[in-house]
C-alpha cells in the first residue's frame, strides 16, 4: 500500500510538493517516472537508474504479458526483484495499447501502425487488429500471432502477478480524433471497467483509477468525479493532448478540481521538458515519458541550453567537440565525455553512444523536476 | 616507449610471465586485450572497461581513419584523451582491412561481403573492393563511397595521429586461400613495407613489426627473422588460423623461435576460450579478439559451465531462470541478476542486455587469463 502526504501547496498555482510511501521506498512529489516498458529503462543498468536520479518507474503490462509473461515475474517474487530495481514501480493498465493498436491505428495516431484517415472511413469503424467488446479487447499478438484477450479482469490479475507498487485500472484510451459520442460510449464502459478492478483486486498493491473522456470538458468533468467517488488510492489522467499544449493545461484543471485533494495524480505518458512546470503547476504529482530515452537513442542531448543533435558533423571539429554535454551538468557523462567524443559514437552507431545519451537525459529530466520542487519550497512558483 | 621484462619464463611450456611498462600503465602479460574498433569497447563505458578487468585495448586505424578521422583525435591530445580511456591502447594497421576488403572477399573469407570461389575465378585475381600496388591500397570508403589510400607512410602517420602507446606496421594479411605463390610476393611487400614505416615513425610510439607468410613453414620463418632483425620494439603475428587450431599453435612456433625473446609477442585477431592456453604456452604475451563482445551482442554468455545461449526459452523458466550466469563469477552481473532475467532482456532485444553480457564476457575473459598467470606463477604450466 502507499502514503500519500502533501507537505506544501503552492500560493501561486495548484502545484503541490509531496511525498509518497511506497514498500519500496519514498518519491518526492512532483517527480518525472522514466518508463521501463519490459521491466528496464532502456539501455540502462539497475544502478544507473537510481544515479541518474529516478524515484519511481512505470512498467508496461500488454508488453509484459506478451513478453517474457507474467508468471515469470511472479516466480521470481515480482518485478522488482526480477529486475533489480530497488526503487518503487507502476504498472499501467495495457489501457493504451487499445488505443495504439485499435483506432489509434485506424485514425493515423498509433504508435504502432498507421494507416490514412481516408482508409479508416472506407473500411468503417471496426479496428482491425483488436476487437473491443464490454468484456474487454482481443489482440493479435505481436509476438507470436495469436489471439490474446485482456479485459479489466485480466489485466488486474496480470498486474497482482508482476507485483508492482502501484497498478492501474483498464481503460480505453480514446483517439484525438474520437467523435463525442464514440467518446461517450467509450467513457461508460471505463468506467464500468473501473468499478470491476476494484471489485477484483485481491493484493494489497495501491489501485489507481484513470480518468478519460478526451476533449470533452463535461465528458472529463463527469469521469473525474465518477472515479474520484470510487475508493481507488490515485488517480491517472489519461488521453492524447500533446498535439494541443493549451488543451492539456485546461484539460487537467477541469480534471484536479473533481479529485480528491489527498491523493496522488499522476499524468500518463505526457513529460516533454516544456510541459513540465506546466503540468506540475496544474496539479499533477507524477507523470512518465519516453522522451529522454528515445531522443537519447536518436542521438539527441537535452542541455540547459536546449536539445542538440550529436549526429550532425558540426559537433566533430574546433571548440564545439571538445566542450562537454552540458557544462551546467554534474552527471559521469558531463564530467568524463566531450561533445566530440559523443558525437562520434552516435554517428559510429555505438551502442555505448546511446547508453551515455540515455544516462544524461533521464539525469536532466529527474534534475529538471527536481529543480521544480526547489522552487515549490522557495514559493517561487 | 614502452618496456618489456620477463618476470618468469616456464619450464614446461614457452608460456612467459611478463610486466608491458606503457605510458599509460603496466599491464600484466601473458593478457587479453579488448578490442575497441572504434574508440569504444562495444556497450561498455570506460570505467567498466577498467572494472571488467580489461589492461589495454586494440583500436582500428582503418575504421578510426573514416571515422571520426585522426585529425579530430590528434586535437583531442590522442585516443586516450578522446575516448576517456585510461589504460594503454594499441592501434592495428588498417592491413587487415586489406585481406578483409580485397582477397578476403573474392575468396570467401571476408568480414565484410563474400562472393563464391567459381565467381571469383571467373572475374580473374584482381581484388574489386581495392587495389593494391607496391605503394599501398586503395579503398572505397564506406562510409561515403570515396577513395582512400592507404600505404605504410600513410598508415603511421594516422597511427601518429591517434596516438596510441603501441602501433603496428602496415602489413598485407594473406588469404588461408592464397597459394604460396602469391604469398610469397606478399611477404616480400610486408616486408619492404615494414621497413618503410620504421623510417618514417617520428613519434616515441613504440612500433611493432607484424609477421606473415600465412600457412607455409619457410615464409614464416622468413618473416619472423627478417621482422627480428629490425628495430621493432615488438611483434604482432598476423595471419587467418581460425580454422585450423592445430595449424596455429604450430605456425606461432616456427615464429616464436625466430623472434627475440626480451621482446613482447601479439598474435593478432584471435583469442576464443578454448585456444588462450595454447597461444599463451607457444609464447604470446598478448591478443585480441572481439569474441566476447560480438557473442554478447547475439545473446550468448561465456561461462564456467560453458557458453549459454540465452535467446533459448528455457532459461526463462523454472530453477534455471533463477540461477546466477555463473555461480562461479564476481562480475556485478552475476551478482545482481539472474538467467531469467538477462534472457528476458535478450529476447526483447533491450540493449541493456547486450551491454550486460558484454560485461560479463570481457570480464570473463579477463579473468579466464588472469588464472592463467596464476598458473604460470606456480609452474603448473
Known amino acids: 500500500m502507499i502514503e500519500f502526504k502533501i507537505l506544501k501547496k503552492s500560493d501561486k498555482s495548484n502545484a503541490r510538493l509531496g511525498v509518497l510511501k511506497t514498500p519500496h521506498g519514498e518519491v518526492e512529489t512532483p517527480c518525472f517516472v522514466p518508463v521501463a516498458t519490459q521491466a528496464t529503462v532502456k539501455t540502462l543498468s539497475s544502478d ?26 511472479k516466480d521470481h517474487g515480482g518485478i522488482n526483484k526480477f529486475a533489480n530495481i530497488k526503487i518503487p514501480i507502476m504498472t ?4 493504451f495499447q487499445v488505443f495504439s493498436l485499435g483506432f489509434g491505428r485506424d485514425h493515423g495516431v498509433s504508435k504502432v501502425e498507421k ?10 469503424s471496426q479496428p482491425k487488429l483488436l ?26 490479475k496480470i498486474q497482482e502477478k508482476i507485483g508492482a507498487d502501484i497498478i492501474f485500472a483498464f481503460d480505453e484510451c480514446t483517439a484525438p480524433t474520437a467523435t463525442k459520442e464514440y467518446t461517450a460510449e467509450s467513457l461508460k464502459k471505463t468506467h464500468r471497467w473501473a468499478d470491476i478492478c476494484l471489485g477484483v483486486k485481491k493484493s494489497n498493491q495501491a489501485l489507481y483509477g484513470i480518468v478519460q473522456g478526451g476533449k470533452y ?15 481507488f488510492d490515485g488517480f491517472g489522467i489519461g488521453g492524447e493532448f500533446g498535439g494541443d499544449k493549451k488543451q492539456m493545461v485546461k ?21 516533454y521538458l516544456e510541459d513540465m512546470e506546466k503540468i506540475i503547476k496544474s496539479g499533477i504529482d507524477t507523470f512518465d515519458c519516453t522522451v529522454p530515452t528515445h531522443y537519447a537513442r536518436h542521438g539527441n542531448a537535452f542541455t540547459s541550453k536546449g536539445k542538440i543533435d550529436l549526429t550532425k558533423t558540426k559537433y566533430l571539429k574546433g571548440k564545439a567537440s571538445k566542450e562537454s554535454l552540458d557544462p551546467e551538468c554534474s552527471c559521469f557523462v558531463c564530467r568524463e565525455h566531450t561533445k566530440g567524443y559523443l558525437s562520434h559514437l552516435v ?9 551515455l545519451l540515455s544516462f544524461h537525459n533521464v539525469h536532466y529530466f529527474n534534475k529538471y523536476v527536481a529543480n521544480i520542487r526547489e522552487k515549490i519550497k522557495k514559493g517561487l512558483i
Open 131 to 156: 476487437k473491443i467488446t464490454e468484456e474487454g479487447v482481443e489482440f493479435t499478438s505481436y509476438v507470436d500471432g495469436s489471439k490474446i484477450f485482456m479485459g479489466p479482469k485480466e489485466s488486474i
Open 48 to 73: 544507473e537508474i537510481i544515479s541518474a536520479g529516478s524515484q519511481m518507474l512505470i512498467a508496461n503490462t500488454f508488453h509484459l504479458h506478451l513478453k517474457p509473461g507474467e508468471k515469470l515475474l
Open 115 to 124: 494507416i490514412k484517415p481516408e482508409e479508416f472511413i472506407k473500411k468503417g
Open 347 to 355: 554517428r559510429a552507431h555505438e551502442i555505448t553512444g546511446l547508453r
Open 251 to 271: 484539460m487537467i484543471k477541469w480534471v484536479t478540481e473533481e479529485l480528491s485533494e489527498n491523493k496522488p495524480r499522476h499524468l500518463l505518458g505526457i513529460g
Open 92 to 95: 499501467d493498465s495495457g489501457g
Open 217 to 231: 470538458k463535461d465528458l472529463r468533468v463527469e469521469s473525474a468525479k465518477f472515479i474520484a467517488s470510487r475508493p
